[in-house]
């Protein structure tokens, strides 16, 4: 018998104790795609795992309004739209998370966008946490100084490491040298809508 991935019993336990998985994202720097690759796991965790979904706009950069404003909703209220079993909260602070953690979510995904320093009290609480890079040479120079910082924080090497678009070859180098784990996000040009290569990502890590 095989035996299951250490994430997925680590995943599984965390569930079936807290009744729910909360995921942080967080960028090196503006620009790498954090909201995109945040969506792109909302979706998958709503419309392919099943899970009743909260994705919260952690940060100042405002995007979800554009969002918003760029696809038809099931539902909008005030700081709020929904799809089917995903919710998207505009404009999170931080007086507003407990509240939001107080409803029967079962997943919860909080976009930090790229200020660590005030979002990391929250960023570390979260049980899977997601640093987002970006792919060219001098993007991952930032994301190899961004891990350099981190190794001081208690449980810094179970952090996942994603940069959209990355070439292997340069995710199998950077593997390397932060010796971290390091992941080429597909290319989805569509974060609301799941795709065969974003649903085999995002399972093959998880296998959730």
């Known amino acids: 018998m095989l035996r299951k991935p250490m994430l997925l019993q680590k ?18 720097h503006h620009g790498v795609g954090v909201t995109h690759t945040g969506l792109m796991l909302s979706f998958y965790l ?12 952690c940060n100042k950069h405002y995007d979800l309004q ?5 696809y038809e909703w099931q539902k909008r209220e005030k700081g709020t739209f929904s799809f089917r079993n995903i919710t998207c ?16 979510y079962e997943a919860l995904v909080l976009d930090f966008g790229t ?6 009290e929250e960023f570390l609480r979260c049980d899977l946490k997601i640093v987002i890079g970006g792919a060219s040479a001098w993007d991952l120079q930032k994301l ?32 390397g040298e932060i010796r971290r784990k390091v992941w080429s996000v597909p290319m989805v040009c569509d974060p609301v809508i799941t795709t065969n290569s974003s649903s ?8 959730f």
Request: aromatic fraction near 10%; hydrophobic fraction near 40%.
């Open 200 to 207: 085999r990502f995002f399972k093959s890590i998880l296998d």
């Open 144 to 175: 190899e100084q961004f891990a350099r910082e981190a190794e001081q924080l208690k449980g810094n090497e179970s952090w996942f490491y994603f940069i959209p678009k990355g070439n292997e070859k340069i995710v199998a180098k950077l593997r």
């Open 89 to 104: 909260h505009k404009g999170v602070t931080p007086a507003q998370i407990p509240h939001i953690f107080g409803e029967d």
């Open 11 to 28: 995943l599984q336990i965390m569930k079936k104790r807290k009744g729910r998985i909360v995921v942080g994202l967080i960028g090196s």
């Open 46 to 57: 709503s419309e392919e795992v099943g899970l009743k979904t909260a994705f919260l706009e």
């Open 66 to 70: 554009l969002i918003e404003e760029a």
């Open 115 to 120: 200020d660590f320093v005030a979002n990391r």
